[in-house]
């Protein structure tokens, strides 16, 4: 985002709206799929999120997608990187959501060009929201810097985020590289997929509420930063 004229408040605002929305449609998807799709439609834990597409909670898998999509669409970067960063995130969502996975195939064996789509886009979701989290959000640009409590410990959470991203898709790759049987049939026991893709979004969603300055969000930075402070503290009492 470039400087703002004085009076545009209201647009600061609907840029953060749009963070926290889309943080919080991150944060609620797995949840909404998982334990709730099992307690209101009997509906079993998915080897991933993708497969609830086959299952009575497809609504609200495309429909959240389709949520993330259009918030991405709408938001504006400080420069042309962050903005087709956006784009692409966007495509790659819608792509998630109408191009579903084969159902009940491994992700790396489809048997349709839709398949394929629908794994590709994945992978581009991931890889964008691991973008933001690592280059587009924390503030050591000063071109970048949006004054806000506590900058070290939100950075510390952006990085994180990213991180815990691109580790977790790492692993869903090493997984789906595993040959049948053995490790894979045990892990996929216990739905490591499932599991992996819930951790990744996660992670986004803590990036984006942060960003977004939600309460539940700047409460967490809070008592991230209260060990600093309190060395802090110490510091100038010696003093």
Known sequence: MPPLPPGAG??????????????????????ALGPLGWLLYGVEIQDNLSSYYHTPMRDVFVGSLFAI?????CYEGYDWIENWTANVGCL??????????????????QGTW?????????????????????????TSRGDRREPAPHERERNLVYVGS?????????????????PPGGLKQWLNRYNFLFWMEWVAVWAFA???????RAIVADIAVDLLALPTEAIAGKRRSRR
Request: charged share 5%; glycine share 12%; no cysteine.
């Open 10 to 31: 209201p647009l600061v605002v609907s840029y953060r709206a749009v963070r926290r929305a889309i943080g919080a449609v991150g944060l609620l998807l797995p949840v």
């Open 114 to 138: 839709v398949g394929w789509v629908h794994s590709l886009a994945g992978g581009v979701f991931f890889t964008t929201l691991a973008f933001y989290s690592l280059y587009h959000f924390p």
């Open 162 to 178: 990213g991180v815990v991203i691109l580790l977790s898709t790492l692993a869903m790759a090493g997984y789906l590289l595993l």
């Open 69 to 73: 999509g259009i918030f991405l669409w």
């Open 206 to 212: 803590a990036a984006w509420l942060t960003k977004g």
């Open 92 to 109: 790659a969502a819608l792509g998630v959501a109408l191009f579903p996975l084969d159902a009940g195939a491994d992700p790396l064996y």
